[in-house]
């Protein structure tokens, strides 16, 4: 049975260390909360944020939000234990950070069956690294248990050399990348945070631009991103009515036996993908004005793309767009055309 589709719009890490921080984010409209140990929390404090987060998951209260644990990397002297206690929680998944090999990924699936983990645990990977970039295909194929490939920018800003830049140009290879591994194998794939709390409009347009993309939603820093965030990755009105179309007609298409149903909408897309006939600046006719020909003096063979057969009487069918909805058996308006530019065209 296929997992539910959960919204990952807003991804909010928040640092296991802060106790306060911990108890705002059962109020917080966050679709998800990341539990840091790792890069959020000092080496001093690694034990306690461990014990603090146990507590508070425990205790509860955070539903329906989506809890992720980021364990420390297990060459440290924290990510065994850290693994130790994601297998006891109520918890979603654990977030392996700076993954660069698919190897590292099954260790861990590995070691999280030896604790005792229930199956449903996910395992969501951080490519933060060029490394970790080139091998996102074999880590998102590592295992059933990985979820979600989430992305560390600003990590991975730093090991290119890269330079600040509003429109990320730098970091557009590693995105695109890292987004076709997860799409190829059917996981999440999550942008990665925006550092500068004060740009407001930089923030928006990072979400915007994420969203063109195709990731699912970003992870975030501050409660004051979530509300943006959560807006920009939400669905257009239009869109929830275009689908709830789409739904009305497949369901009607099933009951009456016709197959696949064709929309409007998606009609005219087809249509629009094939070249017209001739380009006019002038309204677009109706069905019945865009039917025409004109007769040839001899009968001309078919060829050539794009064309339909030949006729007896020398004329040659085209495709032509076709704004209105199309009659069945002609999906994009059907028009006899001559070869012959010099007899011109005439109304059928």
Known sequence: MPAPIRPRRSILFMPGSNPRALEKARVLPADGLIFDLEDAVAPEAKDTARAAVAAAVTV?????????????????????????????????????????????????????????????????????TPLGVLAAAEIAAAGSPVAALVLGTSDLANDLHARPARDRLPLMTGLGLVLLA??????????????????????????RQGR?????????????????????????????????????????????????????????????????????SSPTPSREENRVEAPTKAPLPHRGRGRGPSRSDGRVRVWVWNKETPSPGSPCGLATLSRNAGEGLRSR
């Open 212 to 280: 063109d993309l195709g990731f699912d939603g970003k992870t975030l820093i501050h409660p004051d991103q979530i509300g943006p965030a959560n807006a920009i990755f939400a669905p257009a009105p239009e869109e929830i009515a275009r689908a709830t179309r789409l739904i009305a007609a497949y369901v009607e298409a099933n009951a009456s036996g016709k197959g696949a149903p064709v929309s409007k909408a998606a009609s005219s897309k087809r249509c629009t993908s094939r070249r017209p006939a001739a380009r006019s």
């Open 60 to 128: 509860g209260g955070y539903a329906p939000r989506e809890l992720i644990l980021r364990v420390n990397p297990l060459d440290t002297a924290w990510g065994h234990a850290d693994l130790a206690t994601a297998a006891t929680l109520r918890i979603d998944a654990v977030l392996l950070p700076k993954v660069e090999n698919a190897e590292r990924v099954r260790l861990t699936i590995g070691l999280l069956d030896a604790l005792g983990a229930p199956p449903e645990l996910a395992v969501w990977c951080m490519i933060e």
């Open 182 to 207: 997860a799409r190829a194998h059917g996981k999440a794939a999550l942008d990665g945070v925006h550092l500068d709390l004060a740009d407001a409009e930089g923030f928006a347009f990072a979400c």
